[in-house]
């Protein structure tokens, strides 16, 4: 990157990068939480309830369970958060600084995201919990379930611009070009990216990790205090970037004020499906990516190669 | 191989119970499981009491069917004595059976729904059942545990000026129950949960001597309310309604469809009422001994009085619909997955703490195992347990004569 130091620790730190990320991704939870509230002729709860719960968490205690490493247990959750801190950083500043791109950096931006998967994977294995156990182990089948499927319709922009391999460079060309889902390739690729971010986050029907009424909490029955207020962070977090990676890829970039519309579109999409269906099995949503979800995005690509 | 604990304390279970999951992977290869953490010995509590007093014990058997044990009760002691109800009770006792079924079967289709994940089903559906208890409030004066049964009728009528109101909460609620049943059919991902899950026989129904809607779900025709009547049940019109294949999709279809046949029972009732006394007077019970059967909303529900002639019973037996029920999870888990577990558990409607029974262990005339040894077993156990985490035990018993 072009920028310098002082303002790289800035762009990390406060603004695109964790503060600004964790109160924009809280405040989508309670987004959340408010409309699923109301869906389900509940009250919900006030906007700084998510605020509360994660400053509540960090004054808790944190118990390790016995037997258990200490370092892999604790190290886990801020694996992932760093990754999503990182991620959103990247985002915002080749969203507003063009310039600031470098080849392939969708490229890390997509290896970083699945390490808040493998952070959960790796957390519920080491807390050496039964529940933990079969969490982590339904988090890594519904990774290996999607992240093929999330990797191809992501690449679609990159293939209908003629393989522009920079975030800077597909938001540029889109300024140029209007925006990706003016191509047919592009719409089949956006809404099967829709369904695997609805798989990233866990959301219902793909909550199948922390399923609370068949295994607990998943990966994090044993987690407490500050642990499982990162991980919570970093899902909260999660439900920000993740829309936003959207955005850039596929409607325009997010440097206009419309952004927030767009986000709040992707958001209140999401919480719908989430409210309107049940948790599905592992094997229903393996076989929902691979097969449907897969030729799905394979037509896409396809559709994008031969210029539609 | 792992084992999965459900209970005794799991964020979708209300009740103490434990069933152990053999699992290999996902999938459930062995079940064993264990009930009885909450006994509370009501048989015998009961043979302390009057039989008015009995009525309010045996309501409290259970939270939900506070009208189903009562009645069942009441038809077992009218059953002793030979006592024949006023036709008004009849049709108040119908209606008040057929509210609770309504309200029950509204809580387990909600319940039903959050243990699959859908929480959008379960607070809809809990939502739709709160008017049935607003007017339970308004007939009774209580949401739960409504103390309406009487031996020889019912202990208040229902006023005319009320009957409005019934008739218009169950006719709001009819489109309601129409929407959760088109939910229940068409929605495929609900179908892709619960279609062919816990899959259980007819034979296999009728070695376990299942009951209630896990019996008819499983295409047994079988409803105390048709077979052997008590209250106003023969006077109306009403069908059984039968499933298949014994799933938990075609548990809930019948449970729900079952719904639109009470609201039926519940308009006849309602029009068809007569006027006149609520209750007779109960005439000296001499010894001897009766049966009372009633269908629940999990099953048939069946209790034995037996007197000598005193005002109190000298042996009550209760048999909540559950004890029946129960067995069926271990033949209907065993090749399921985890994710199913759960729903499979909860389709047959369980009630753990009506359930639950203890044993006594007579050894030469003498009972072991009984309340002295239990506690010096606990006692022993704390000490133990002190001692592994390197406690002074004699701290943990200061103070305490052991």
Redesign the interface.
């Known amino acids: 990157m072009s920028v310098t130091l002082p303002w790289d620790i800035f762009f990390i730190i406060i603004f695109p990068g964790f503060l600004f990320t964790a109160a924009v991704g809280l405040f989508s939870t309670w987004v959340d939480r408010k409309v ?1 509230a109301r ?4 009250v919900g709860p006030p906007w700084y309830q998510p605020f509360v719960d994660i400053i509540k968490l960090l004054g808790k205690e944190n118990i390790v369970p016995t037997g258990t490493g200490m370092t892999g247990y604790l190290v886990f959750p801020i694996i992932g958060f760093i990754a999503v801190v990182l991620v959103s950083t990247i985002l915002w500043v080749t969203n507003w600084f063009p310039e600031a791109t470098f080849v392939g950096d969708i490229i890390v931006v997509i290896y970083l995201l699945y390490l808040p998967a493998i952070g959960i994977i790796a957390g519920g294995s080491a807390s050496g919990n ?2 933990g ?2 969490g982590a ?2 988090e890594m089948k519904l990774m290996l379930a999607y992240e093929l499927v999330f990797l191809v319709a992501i690449f679609t922009p990159v293939v209908a611009s003629g393989g522009t391999l920079s975030l800077g460079g597909l938001v540029g060309y889109q300024a140029a070009n209007g925006w990706m889902l003016g191509n047919a390739s592009c719409i089949v690729a956006f809404i099967v990216s829709l369904v695997c971010i609805q798989a990233k986050l866990g959301l ?2 793909f ?2 990790a922390e ?6 909490a998943g990966p994090y029955t044993e987690y407490s205090g500050a642990a499982l207020a990162v991980f919570k962070l970093t899902k909260a977090m999660l439900l920000f970037v993740l829309p936003i990676l959207l955005i850039a890829v596929f409607m325009g970039g997010a440097w206009s004020p419309w952004t927030i519309l767009e986000y709040l579109l992707i958001l209140v999409f999401i919480i719908l499906v989430k ?10 949503a393996i076989r929902f990516f691979w097969v449907p979800c897969l030729i799905l995005s394979v037509i896409g690509i396809i559709l994008a190669a031969v210029g539609l | 191989m792992t084992i999965i604990p459900i209970g005794p304390y799991h964020p979708s279970l209300e009740e103490p119970e434990l069933f152990r999951l053999t699992v290999e992977g996902e999938k459930i290869v062995d079940c064993d499981w264990k009930t009885s953490y909450n006994h509370r010995g009501i048989e015998r509590i009961a043979e302390g009491k009057t039989y008015d007093q009995c009525l309010f014990l045996v309501e409290r058997v259970c939270g939900i069917c506070s009208a189903s044990h009562p009645i069942a009760f009441c038809n077992a002691v009218e059953d002793m004595a030979g006592i024949e109800i006023p036709e008004r009770a009849r049709y108040i006792r119908s209606i008040i059976a057929e509210l609770e079924r309504l309200h029950s079967h509204l809580l387990w289709f909600g319940l039903a729904g959050h243990y699959i994940g859908y929480n959008t089903v379960w607070m809809w559906a809990w939502r739709y059942r709160e008017p049935i208890l607003y007017l339970f409030e308004k007939i009774t004066g209580n949401r739960q545990s409504y103390a309406m049964m009487k031996v020889g009728g019912v202990r208040q009528d229902i006023k005319d000026e009320d009957l409005p109101d019934i008739m218009k909460v169950v006719d709001d609620l009819e489109p309601k129950l129409n929407m959760f049943i088109g939910v229940a059919l068409d929605d495929p991902v609900l179908a892709a949960r619960m279609k062919g899950v816990g899959k259980f026989s007819r034979e296999d129904a009728i070695n376990y001597c299942v009951v209630g809607p896990t019996a008819r779900a499983a295409g047994i025709d079988m409803d105390v309310r048709r077979d052997e009547p008590y209250a106003a049940y023969d006077r109306v019109d009403w069908k059984v309604i039968l499933g298949e294949s014994g799933d938990v999709l075609s548990q809930a279809v019948v449970r729900l469809l079952e719904l639109l046949e009470s609201v039926k029972i519940i308009r006849q009732c309602l029009r068809e009422m007569p006027h006149g006394p609520i209750s007779v007077e109960v005439p000296e019970i001499l010894p001897g001994e009766g049966i009372g059967r009633e269908e629940a909303p999990r099953g048939e529900c069946f209790h034995y009085v037996r007197s000598d002639g005193g005002n109190c019973p000298v042996r009550l037996k209760i048999r909540a619909p559950t004890y029946n029920n129960i067995p069926t999870y271990k033949v209907r888990v065993i090749g399921e997955t985890i994710s199913d577990a759960t729903i499979i558990l909860a389709s047959i409607d369980p009630c753990y703490s009506c359930t639950e029974r203890m044993i006594r262990v007579v050894e030469q005339g003498r009972e072991t195992m009984g309340w002295s040894d239990l506690l010096t077993l606990s006692q022993e156990k704390t000490k133990r347990i002190m001692r592994e985490m390197g406690f002074n035990e004699e701290d943990a018993f200061r103070g305490l004569r052991i």
Request: charged share 25%.
């Open positions: 699923s869906i389900q002729w509940r039964p529940m156990s079969i182990s339904r219902v029907p909550d199948i399923a609370e009424t068949e295994i607990i409210n309107t269906n049940p948790r599905i099995r592992v094997d229903q």
